[in-house]
């Protein structure tokens, strides 16, 4: 994948433009170009990012910037959309405060089980702490209140092109960002990626391999079973069906999945491809998998009529006791676990799952040993 250009998000985005803004505020200079920080990442935890400043210029007390957001080579709706910071400073005394908001083609959540609360705008809390963390570098010790509002002329007709109407996210697109940088997403070439991972264990004489769907559950497997070397865990990301097969075309015979809800409920549902844009979960069938765990009638109806994983999780974990939400998660990956040996019928599969907070919500059924070095 590495011939395909990296881009920046959304989130990163804004935060170059508050920062742009800012400084024209204090120092009376438009700048070009601004660094900003991304998100604290554990391999690179201070990598910086120097994007270009389309435009900058004073709005009667406040100042304007707009950064053109750059998707490099990945297919995103929001590739080459203007993303702006109307900020305004006022100084004072104490800490540094910063006032964030939504504007015109910010979406607004409207329905529970997303990151941000409803009423809210569709900031996910990542680009929230880098625009923050973004200003904080602008104004360099300076005590006073930055207000910030986020805006995107196109929002609105960019977010008909996104899951955000499917998801009760109202009136705009949503800022993300949990990296800041965007990686290309070529199926052909993360698909291959994945093959070759699974050739370098073969090669070794390994027999095991850990898949997980991103970087955050193999942290997770990772912090619970420190003991397993690193090249046999790989990133299928979507990849279900494919990673399977690959895994068994190169004599692999045990695997492990470390995931999320979410993920568990796709794969229990038998999708080959699990990405959002393919794979919508069946809410009436997770309900119906509720009661048959023990949920009662009233959460199972509110599990039906839910808006995202995240939230039927939430209510049986506040609404349940933790025998039905264990007796559900077990007959959830039974499920997936028939559809994995659909796809590969030699291999034997275990699940690692994990919380949204990063607790362990279930160990596979079987332990995976070390593979020899």
Known sequence: MSELRQGFTTGTAAAAAAKAALLLLLHGHAPNHVEVPLPADREEPTKRLRIAVERCGIENSSARAVVRKDAGDDPDVTHGAEIHALVSWQPGSGPLHVDLAGGMGVGRVTLPGLAVDVGEPAINPGPQRQIRAAVREAVHGQSGTARVCIEVPQGRELARKTMNPRLGIVDGISILGTHGIVRPFSHAAWAASVTQALRVVAAQGGDR?????????????????????????????????????????????????????????????????????????????????????????????????????????????????????????????????????????????????????????????????????
Not at 258 to 276: D, I
Not at 306 to 313: F, H, I, M
Not at 349 to 368: K, W
Request: some cysteine.
């Open 209 to 373: 391999v850990v898949f997980t769907t991103g970087r955050k559950s193999e942290r997770l497997y990772a912090e619970c079973f420190p003991d397993l070397p690193a090249r046999c865990m790989i990133q299928a990301a979507d990849f279900f069906a494919h990673a399977m097969r690959a895994a068994e075309e190169q004599g692999l015979t045990r695997v492990h999945w470390s995931l999320f809800f979410g993920k568990l409920v796709k794969q229990a549902q038998g999708f080959e491809n699990t990405h959002a844009h393919g794979a919508d979960i069946d809410f009436s069938a997770l309900a119906h998998w509720c009661g048959q765990a023990g949920a009662p009638h009233d959460l199972v109806r509110q599990c039906a009529e839910a808006n995202t994983a995240r939230q039927v999780l939430g209510l049986l974990q506040t609404r349940t006791n933790a025998q039905t939400l264990n007796r559900l998660l077990h007959d959830l990956a039974a499920r997936a676990i028939r559809h994995a040996a659909s796809f590969a019928p030699g291999v034997r599969v275990g699940y690692a799952v994990f919380d949204f907070d990063g607790s362990r919500l279930l160990r596979p059924d079987f332990q995976l040993q070390p593979a020899g070095d």
